[in-house]
Nanobody, 115 residues
Framework: QVQLVESGGGLVQPGGSLRLSCGAS????????MGWYRQAPGKQRELVAR???????NYANSVKGRCTITRDNAGNMVSLQMNSLKPEDTAVYYC?????????WGRGTQVTVSS
């Protein structure tokens, strides 16, 4: 069974940067879109950024101008570059791949923004 594995989370000071990466353990057929979601304590999971198979991107208003999502179709990999991080960006970040057969989720990587 294909699994998604995230990396790149950690502790960073406000104003700092992190790059999250996510790769699939095997091939995924018919990918619609790849994206990143996050869930902060006591809050619902929310979309951070998403990129379609044609390269169209959309971002949460809270991260526009600070985050960039990129994908590698061949390698089933998706990355999220996050700059100018704020304490309110603290959350567990989840990778997501939506395909014709099913929706895949990673186990999450913790991002903590604190001084």
């Amino acid at each position: 069974q294909v699994q998604l594995v995230e990396s790149g989370g950690g502790l960073v000071q406000p104003g700092g940067s992190l790059r999250l990466s996510c790769g699939a353990s095997g091939s995924i057929f018919g990918i619609y879109a790849m994206g990143w979601y996050r869930q902060a304590p006591g809050k619902q999971r929310e979309l951070v950024a998403r990129i379609s198979s044609s390269g169209i991107t959309n971002y949460a208003n809270s991260v526009k101008g600070r985050c960039t999502i990129t994908r590698d179709n061949a390698g089933n990999m998706v990355s999220l570059q996050m700059n100018s991080l704020k304490p309110e960006d603290t959350a567990v970040y989840y990778c997501n791949i939506d395909s014709v057969t099913r929706n895949y989720w990673g186990r999450g990587t913790q991002v903590t923004v604190s001084s």
